[in-house]
């Protein structure tokens, strides 16, 4: 329902949610339809704030300690301070804290760390039974943060990205058994469907750019891929091809999108946007490695040439490039086959959750032989090595990975996780070295 049919309803109040602290000119309408606004948003301000109460750590005079938060987590700060909740009922909140702080990949130090951590504990044993029933679906025994990741947060944003919000919202809130069963094989079938999209926008790009040549940022799309997957097909680009990926497609007469940096680049995408030529776009926001814009019909053919002169000159500016500085196996921790062990799993897991600024502690195993790799995954993107030291054998994942031959003996940095499926532990490729 459009804000102006709400307001004729009766409705004098809007809060948002993880928007609006760069969506002046749309509060200025709310307002001037009789109605208060309050804009809670963790994304970074603009130079001209909404006239509104801003509830956000990241804009000027803030003096809250935690800047990081994500927008769920303000949210959740706001609930807090109305002073409605029942004694110990905000821990309850906890798991869609979790859940909106491990997808959004914000740091996990200091507070986020402490959300994330118990947040994690309250998943376990959410009493929403659409998460219940969604957990069961992806066979998830004990939820970490990975499965968050990989299984409970996709199968969620397929149905806001391909259906709609109000299913979202329901699945998380409704207190009927039956009505959860039905929206959670629902959202398992969404899920597959959201898969099948995603592949098949990747292969299409993977075929544009066997004809095309690659330049330092990616401008890609088409009018008729799903607004709601093109971050992720984003993503895929900016990993694939490992440089600032933009895929946009049409929606009316405007231009929509989303961009993603590769876990390589350390540039920050909303600087970028900020500085491209005035008119380049009609609007953009985000963070420094994700983000979302506008542009018009006639202005998008000239965006990636205007995001490729930009980049070179923040990175003259700054003297960085786009290679990666080669590591010293001397400075990096070594271990042996041997050390992949209960104990050490126990010891190195205490320091979980896992995930942007505080990462799994990786190890340098070096001079292993390959005794067999295979394919694995959506597409076979993945890689699973088996290796030994000729005493102990173990295997290895690398994710996205392309190769299927090494030269003997290989060596990589990788960190010790536990195989789920098969009871038993295995090391996650970071790297070759």
């Known amino acids: 329902m459009s804000i102006f049919r709400r307001a004729k309803k009766g409705t004098n109040l809007i809060i948002t949610v993880d928007c609006g602290v760069a969506n002046y000119n749309e509060v200025e309408f709310a307002r001037g339809l009789g109605l208060d606004v309050v804009v809670t948003d963790h994304h970074l301000p603009p ?24 927008g769920a987590a303000i949210a959740f700060k706001l609930v807090l301070a109305m002073g409605r909740l029942e004694t110990g009922q905000e821990k309850w909140l906890l798991d869609l804290v979790a859940l909106a702080t491990l997808a959004d990949q914000v740091p996990l130090l200091g507070e986020n760390r402490a959300l994330a ?12 039974l659409g998460l219940k029933e969604i957990i069961k679906l992806a066979r998830i025994r004990e ?47 969404t899920n597959k469907e959201r898969k099948g999209l995603v592949a098949s926008i990747s292969k299409e790009i993977k075929n544009i750019f066997t004809k095309k040549p690659l330049r330092d940022v990616i401008v890609i799309g088409n009018p008729d891929w799903p607004l709601g997957v093109v971050g992720l097909a984003a993503a895929f680009g900016a990993n694939e091809y490992e440089r600032p990926c933009f895929v946009w ?4 007469d405007a231009i929509k999108g989303s961009c993603r940096l590769p876990d390589s680049e350390n540039i920050s995408l909303v600087e970028l ?26 202005q998008i053919h000239y965006l990636e040439e205007r995001l490729v002169d930009t980049l070179i000159a923040m990175k003259q500016n700054s003297g960085n490039n786009l290679d990666k500085t080669a590591e010293n196996k001397e400075d990096l921790l070594r271990a042996s086959l041997a050390d992949i062990n209960s104990k050490n799993f126990k010891i190195i897991s205490r320091l979980a959750p896992f995930g942007e600024a505080n990462p799994r502690p990786v190890f340098l195993f070096d001079n292993l032989k390959v005794t067999n790799t295979k394919k694995f995954g959506q597409n076979n993107a993945h890689l699973s090595i088996a290796c030994t030291d000729d005493i102990n054998e173990t295997t290895a994942v690398c994710f ?8 003997e003996p290989i060596s990589f940095k990788a960190s010790i996780e536990q195989d789920y499926f098969r009871n038993s532990l295995r090391l996650r490729i970071d790297s070759f070295v």
Request: net charge positive; proline share 7%; hydrophobic share 40%.
């Open 143 to 189: 939820i970490k943060e990975d499965d968050v990741l990989f299984s409970i947060v996709p199968r969620l944003n397929s149905v806001s990205r391909l259906i709609s919000s109000a299913l979202l919202f329901e699945i998380l809130s409704t207190d009927d058994l039956l009505r959860a069963r039905e929206l959670a094989q629902k959202i398992e079938m």
């Open 400 to 407: 996205y990975e392309k190769r299927t031959e090494f030269p």
């Open 273 to 298: 946007m900020q500085k491209l030529p005035e008119q380049s776009l009609a609007s953009f926001g985000g963070h420094e490695a994700a983000g979302g814009f506008a542009a018009t019909l006639d």
């Open 249 to 252: 497609t049409r929606v009316g």
């Open 117 to 128: 951590y118990y947040g994690l504990k309250v998943l376990n044993k959410t009493k929403r």
């Open 47 to 70: 130079p001209i704030l909404p006239r509104c109460i801003l509830v956000n750590p990241k804009q000027p005079g803030c003096i809250y300690p935690e800047k990081m938060l994500c």
